[in-house]
């Protein structure tokens, strides 16, 4: 949503009581790292309402988007408050080693690599590959990945996205950025053609900026792990007792209450 060693030393005691599960840590807060920047799963506002959580350490700054819905059901579920901690993607991982945080939700995926020092719930959402292009481009009515070829192709360094985008034959690769959010800024520059996300982002990103387009393919990326097109959280290697937990508060939020949160932060994403 992964290096092999155990941190269960690094992170309090889970308790699970009969019935109802109850995970108690230390003063009873669940600490979540995700980037709050990457719209429509997480970014930063600067006002608090009904569904945002104050960013630890960072005054007058809050967290929304869908994980941050996702997170305040999970807490609500296990009776635990929330602290969101707003880490830069390449040190999430980290942070999960070192126990500054319980738990990743941040629109990540499972990969191999990530499973040899994270643990991962079961997903909590599962979209689709698409592009984001001018909409004025030729590239908008593409409905192959290989109607990109020759065209310069850019999306989020260490994302899977960006790791498929040399499928594309004779595709000009474009170095990864920091941010999804900085590679629809390369295609409104024109210093990109085409960004390569997931059908969410995508939404958020030409909502805000409505001189961009989705393309939808009809000939896709191939080889890519179904648990590459989803998204689930990530706990700490070994911490069985908190992923089952996790996993259990999971099965309370219906496909109908997730899409509706994610219809929701899109709809904020665009005017925030």
Same mark, same amino acid.
């Given at each position: 949503?992964?290096?092999?060693?155990?941190?269960? &030393?690094?992170?309090?005691?889970?308790?699970?009581? %009969?019935?109802?599960? %109850?995970?108690?840590?230390?003063?009873?807060?669940?600490?979540?790292?995700?980037?709050?920047?990457?719209? !429509?799963?997480?970014?930063?506002? %600067? &006002?608090?309402?009904?569904? +945002?959580?104050?960013?630890? =350490?960072?005054?007058?700054?809050?967290?929304?988007?869908?994980?941050?819905?996702?997170?305040?059901?999970?807490?609500?579920?296990?009776?635990?408050?929330?602290?969101?901690?707003?880490?830069?993607?390449?040190?999430?991982? !980290?942070?999960?080693?070192?126990?500054?945080?319980?738990?990743?939700?941040?629109?990540?995926?499972?990969?191999?690599?990530?499973?040899?020092?994270?643990?991962?719930?079961?997903?909590?959402?599962?979209?689709?590959?698409?592009?984001?292009?001018?909409?004025?481009? !030729?590239?908008?009515?593409?409905?192959?990945?290989?109607?990109?070829?020759?065209?310069?192709?850019?999306?989020?360094?260490?994302?899977?996205?960006?790791?498929?985008?040399?499928?594309?034959?004779?595709?000009?690769?474009?170095?990864?950025?920091? +941010?999804?959010?900085?590679?629809?800024?390369?295609?409104?520059?024109?210093?990109?053609?085409?960004?390569?996300?997931?059908? !969410?982002?995508?939404?958020?990103?030409?909502?805000?900026?409505?001189?961009?387009?989705?393309?939808?393919?009809?000939?896709?990326?191939? =080889?890519?792990?179904?648990?590459?097109?989803?998204?689930?959280?990530?706990?700490?290697?070994?911490?069985?007792?908190?992923?089952?937990?996790?996993?259990?508060?999971?099965? &309370?939020?219906?496909? &109908?209450?997730?899409?509706?949160?994610?219809?929701?932060?899109?709809?904020?994403?665009?005017?925030?």
């Amino acid at each position: 949503m992964r290096f092999k060693k155990s941190l269960l &030393a690094l992170l309090s005691v889970v308790f699970l009581t %009969t019935g109802c599960s %109850t995970v108690n840590f230390d003063n009873s807060k669940l600490i979540v790292g995700l980037e709050c920047d990457y719209a !429509p799963f997480n970014w930063t506002a %600067t &006002a608090s309402t009904s569904e +945002t959580l104050p960013i630890d =350490g960072l005054s007058g700054q809050y967290a929304d988007g869908y994980d941050i819905q996702v997170a305040k059901f999970i807490a609500d579920q296990l009776g635990v408050q929330v602290v969101i901690k707003k880490l830069a993607w390449g040190a999430l991982l !980290p942070a999960i080693q070192t126990g500054d945080i319980n738990a990743i939700i941040a629109g990540m995926s499972y990969t191999e690599e990530r499973d040899q020092s994270v643990d991962f719930t079961s997903a909590y959402y599962t979209s689709d590959i698409v592009a984001v292009v001018q909409a004025s481009s !030729p590239l908008a009515s593409a409905t192959s990945i290989q109607d990109l070829s020759g065209y310069k192709v850019i999306s989020q360094l260490g994302t899977i996205q960006d790791t498929i985008i040399d499928q594309i034959d004779g595709v000009v690769h474009q170095t990864g950025s920091e +941010t999804f959010n900085t590679a629809a800024l390369s295609v409104l520059a024109g210093d990109s053609d085409a960004l390569i996300a997931e059908y !969410p982002v995508a939404r958020a990103i030409v909502n805000a900026n409505p001189s961009l387009a989705i393309v939808q393919f009809t000939i896709g990326f191939t =080889g890519i792990d179904e648990n590459a097109l989803s998204v689930a959280v990530a706990v700490a290697e070994g911490n069985s007792e908190l992923q089952t937990s996790i996993n259990e508060a999971l099965l &309370a939020l219906s496909s &109908a209450e997730r899409q509706s949160m994610m219809d929701g932060a899109i709809a904020r994403s665009a005017i925030d």
